[in-house]
């Protein structure tokens, strides 16, 4: 006899289900602003929050928005913001006072055509390079490709837990497709799901220094009125949150920032490899493309091609190491990416001389199909 | 029963001392404001533990570092943006923004324009020295007529801004100015607008005496301040001059007063009458 | 993909309630315990001008969630006459309204050409037309149970149009039996 916990069968949009994750991930807090085809983000954390004691804010503008949740998360609340394309650039700049401060937040960014206003009802993949370099200055931060509607009800969930257990931004990013795409999805009983919260100071530690690493390398965050009275800034500064110009100082901020994610990469590296055992052909793709991929794969395989697939769920910090093992006895490795070409830098500097790297893309607003794909394997595997 | 009397306003008490000496500039405005803060902090019982300075960038955006609070040093004209979170999370904080002209005005002007128009429960201090003080003394958008700044060799054409009349018709709830000379008038504006259940802005003026007065001959910081109390006309005098005849005086003192909603009472007002909250 | 996954397009012009008829379609194989992805145009046309709603539906969720091959095509619209041609298939079963039909492939034998907007008018409801489709395709096809295209419809439509659809379902559904 089944003893699961009782789950809920439903059909939802991506960015319905992303609202609901946020929700059960523990969001009390959202600031936006419209923008295509996020939107329903927006809408439906309106209706949810006030019901759960939270706060739903519509502000002036996407900066606005982005500065509003660092002040709430500052405040105590777990917080979300969401947008596209255009907004995700105006946020870089509070997206880099997140980092430098090491404030938990989550952004959404449904990607849509660009550059520039591009294309607003249309999927492509062209913010890999923005979400990872977007701001300026070195940094590590955590960036996540869900495919899938119940995928993103399940990564905005761990979006959160990643924010508050490492005190950093953490992105998500999805196809306009799979944030307009309604799926069946199974959510499971809120009892069963993993809430981890952030470390808060000890309100009687009067030597609390905000920014010194705890023993996970991560600094606990003062809370406001519990008594440590600490300062938070942009500029660059030493463990006690005050600006320094010591080079010391400065190398070490900078090396902890650069650095602080990768004690901790069996827990926030996430891939899905498909028939990868043997693979001679290796697809690699995120979201929506890699759900082509996987059909193609398939198809592959039942006309005897040794073909995988590797899919980061974590495309940040990149899981380097599980694809290297993978292309190990791999011939060929194939991009496919609705861009020019971003991943495929990232894909080569690590496939080693003996794996041929091969890009696919598409830049016309459509989807890569998974014919496409299997037409590349193809020919690479006849090659 | 008799209330014990508050005790004696001492600034150091409010103060980081350990980062002393200061980095502002001599005969700089900037600390007679937070001065004048701490104090109207200090009559209204507000302790550090719950007060929080959200500041941006520039001269004013540093000021907040010396105060032991919880002290917020955001981006450049984003503090309100920033405070309008905290507060919404933390409406049991004080929150208080101090910027400059160009953080409030220029880069963050939209931010400014609809925190007025929501009216949260925040004080805004602007510190207005007419001048990009911290990048090297460029215009900015309260630069007087006429005035040499480093990217207006030949002088600035360009109108001035009345942040106080932009942040009254954008429907700030409070709106007040004074000039640091006036240090307990300054106290008493700041005391007003913390204690101002809404939106509170108040535009000190202050005096950038290195850079901006160097650069136009207006003397030295005491000649400087003069000339601002010069200029000022208080709101106590509004009845009997009611149309200045120098119509550039500086008007100050409390400018408006409303009774608007607030922006959090609002919101939880609405929610309760469609019984849709905590 | 597999043999138990079926592609069904809902197409016509913008404002003749192809996405909702997707939807309640979607919840109704989702009441038998189909898992399905439904994806739709996005963008201006659908305020007039091509719409379409894509549903891939299966025992288990699908790999791929776009349409690919279509199993069924409704038509409501001129607009949307050749704007599936490439993902159709040689037995795809095409619905389609009498008033768009003409210029279809004659030789087509899976295509059933019936009257759907003009039921729609008879019913008294021009925008019931994507409904009394959806009656048709349910007759035709048996993609769904009839009963499970009611129960959608009462979960899920818009209070004020439950009545109007339900009768619409079953003038779709005599269109075929007739």
């Known amino acids: 006899m089944s003893t699961e916990p009782a789950t809920t069968t439903q059909n939802l949009e991506g960015n319905e289900a992303c609202a609901l994750g946020a929700i059960a991930g523990g969001c009390r807090f959202y600031a936006g602003y419209p923008i295509t085809p996020s939107s329903e983000i927006a809408e439906r954390m309106a209706s949810e929050l006030p019901g759960v004691g939270g706060v739903f804010i519509q502000m002036e503008d996407e900066i606005a928005s982005m500065a509003a949740i660092l002040g709430a998360s500052m405040g105590g609340l777990k917080v979300m913001t969401a947008t596209s394309g255009p907004g995700f650039s105006l946020k870089q700049e509070n997206l880099g006072l997140a980092v430098a401060t090491e404030i938990p937040c989550v952004i959404i960014d449904v990607m849509r055509g660009g550059p520039s206003t591009g294309l607003p009802t249309r999927p492509a993949q062209g913010d890999y390079m923005q979400a990872r370099w977007g ?14 509607v119940a995928e993103i009800y399940a990564q905005t969930i761990r979006a959160f837990n990643l924010a508050e257990a490492f005190r950093t931004p953490v992105v998500i990013l999805y196809e306009e497709t799979i944030g307009h795409l309604r799926e069946t999805v199974d959510l499971p009983a809120p009892e069963t799901i993993e809430i981890i919260d952030r470390q808060w100071a000890a309100p009687d530690d009067r030597n609390f220094l905000p920014y010194r690493p705890g023993t996970d390398g991560i600094p606990a965050m003062p809370r406001p009125g519990d008594g440590h009275r600490t300062h938070m800034t942009g500029l660059t500064h030493g463990e006690d949150g005050f600006p320094t110009q010591k080079p010391e100082a400065i190398a070490a901020a900078n090396r902890h920032l650069s650095h602080k994610l990768e004690p901790h990469l069996d827990r926030i590296e996430q891939f899905e490899i498909v028939a990868g055992e043997d693979a001679e052909v290796i697809v690699v793709a995120c979201g929506l493309v890699a759900r082509a991929a996987k059909r193609a794969v398939a198809k592959a395989r039942a006309k ?19 694809l290297q093992a993978l292309l190990q006895p791999a011939g060929a490795v194939i991009v496919a990416e609705m861009n020019a070409g971003q991943l495929i830098a990232e894909v080569e500097r690590h496939a080693g001389d003996h794996c041929r790297v091969v890009g696919l893309n598409r830049i016309d607003g459509e989807a ?8 590349q394997i193809e020919e690479l595997a006849n090659d | 029963m008799t209330e014990a009397p508050a005790p004696e306003f001492v600034i150091r008490e409010y103060l980081r001392e350990h980062l002393m000496p200061h980095f502002l500039c001599p005969g700089c405005g900037h600390g007679i404001a937070l001065r004048a803060l701490l104090w109207a902090v200090h009559e209204l019982g507000i302790t550090k533990d719950r007060l929080a300075i959200v500041s941006g960038i520039g001269c004013s955006g ?22 309008t979170g905290l507060k919404l999370a933390r409406p049991d904080l004080e929150v208080v923004v101090i910027t400059g002209d160009g953080d409030c005005l220029a880069i963050g002007g939209n931010h400014l324009i609809h925190a007025c128009r929501r009216n949260l429960n925040i004080t805004c201090m602007m510190l207005n020295n007419e001048v990009y003080g911290m990048t090297g003394g460029q215009v900015s958008p309260t630069t007087s007529n006429s005035r040499y700044t480093t990217t207006t060799p030949l002088g600035n054409f360009e109108p001035t801004f009345d942040a106080c009349a932009l942040a009254e018709g954008a429907g700030a709830g409070f709106v007040g100015r004074e000039i640091t000379l006036q240090t307990p008038a300054l106290k ?12 509170a802005f108040i535009e000190v003026i202050s005096d950038c005496t290195e850079i901006y007065g160097r650069k136009n001959d207006l003397g030295n910081s005491a000649e400087m301040v003069l000339s601002q109390k010069a200029a000022a006309r208080p709101d106590v005098y509004t009845n009997s001059v009611d149309r200045p005849f120098r119509p550039n005086q500086l008007r100050t003192g409390v400018l408006a007063r409303k009774d608007r909603p607030e922006y959090a009472a609002a919101r939880q007002r609405h929610l309760q009458s469609l019984g849709n909250v905590e | 993909m597999s043999q138990t996954q079926i592609e069904i397009r809902l197409s ?28 739709q145009s996005y963008e201006p046309t659908s305020r007039g001008g091509l719409s379409r709603c894509d549903l891939v539906a299966g025992t288990k969720a699908t790999d791929y969630p776009l349409a690919s091959a279509l199993d069924y095509l409704v038509i409501l619209d001129r607009i949307a006459l050749h704007a599936s041609d490439d993902i159709l298939k040689t037995n795809t079963l095409v619905v389609i309204d009498m008033s768009a039909a003409e210029g279809k492939d004659a030789e087509n034998g899976k295509t059933r050409a019936l009257p759907l907007l003009d039921t729609a008018r008879a019913c008294n409801d021009i925008r019931s037309a994507n409904i009394v489709a959806l009656g048709a395709l ?4 048996g993609v769904c149970r009839a009963d499970t295209l ?29």
């Open chain 2, 62 to 83: 540093r000021i907040g570092a010396y105060v032991d609070a919880n002290t917020f040093h955001v981006t450049h004209g984003r503090p309100l943006a920033f405070a």
């Open chain 3, 12 to 39: 016509g012009s913008g404002g003749q309630g192809i996405l909702l008829a997707g939807q309640i379609l979607g919840d109704a194989l989702t009441l038998e315990r189909k898992r399905i992805a439904q994806s």
């Open chain 1, 135 to 148: 701001t300026h200055g070195d940094h590590a931060i955590i960036v996540l490709t869900p495919a899938s």
């Open chain 2, 188 to 199: 008493n504006l700041l005391r007003e607008g913390l204690a101002y259940p809404g939106f």
């Open chain 3, 150 to 178: 009611v129960a959608a419809i009462c979960a899920g439509a818009p209070a004020k149009l439950v009545k109007s659809m339900l009768k619409a379902v079953e003038a779709g559904q005599n269109l075929v039996r007739a």
């Open chain 3, 138 to 141: 349910v007759e035709l096809s």
């Open chain 1, 368 to 375: 890569i199909t998974p014919s496409q794909i299997l037409q």
């Open chain 1, 304 to 322: 005897g091609i040794r073909a995988g697939l590797f899919r980061p769920i974590t495309l940040w910090p990149f899981p380097t190491l599980p």
